[in-house]
């Protein structure tokens, strides 16, 4: 499946030559839940970069961190202390509102469970996150048939979830995901649903999304799905223990 709709094009067209810009910085990123004897510090002082264009997957043993490392990238969680530059953008102390607003400008999810309105078809699923974004309801049409014909559903565009494998499912999902040009797309386990030969169809689309310019960070338990990324950040004991591991390198 190639990856060649205008709708990604438009802003996800990369200049491999160009220097690097970072489009997540953490800077001494905390978070601590309970307080005095139940006090739990689940991020320990992080400190990372991922720079415009990479794919990157986040590690670690249940407990490490990287759930709640990746909800805070994420802006569905606020650190205790440090900052996260996001695009540029400090949002550590943006209140509830302005962290949904920059969910919706900046950010594309991708989860395991898919999490499709099952009232809905396809079409009006990937449309949805443009409502809220204030687009036009043409471009709204336009633009949604463009991603999912990318994900190869141009024929499935009125099925609603039920009547989808779930491949398919997965496929409305990051359509969904892609459709308002996000700076970074963030997937949680997007295979763990998936029997293996559905993994593989989707981590192809996924590379072919990063091969078209866009920023990918995965979170995954499984090594072989990190290992189809270029680079594996291994989250211990809520701090990066290894911060550019390469598939050739992941024990």
Known sequence: MKIDS??????FSANLSSILAP????????KVYGSLNTEVRALAGVNLT?????YCSIMGASGSGKSTMMNIIGCLDRSTSGHYYLDGVDVSSFNNNDLAKIRNQKLGFVF??????PGMSALE???LPMVYAGVSPSQRRERAVEALTAMGLENRLNNRPNQLSGGQQQRVAIARAIVNRPVLLLADEPTGALDSVTTQEVLAIFEELNDSGITVLMVTHEPEVARRTKRIVWFKDGLVSHENLTPDTLP
């Not at 489009?23 to 905390?30: K, P």
């Not at 991922?50 to 990479?54: L, P």
């Open 6 to 11: 205008p709708a990604l094009d438009h802003n």
């Open 23 to 30: 489009i997540v910085r953490l800077e001494g990123i905390t």
């Open 50 to 54: 991922i720079n415009k264009g990479e």
């Open 112 to 117: 395991q469970q898919f999490h499709l309105l």
């Open 125 to 127: 699923n990937v449309m």
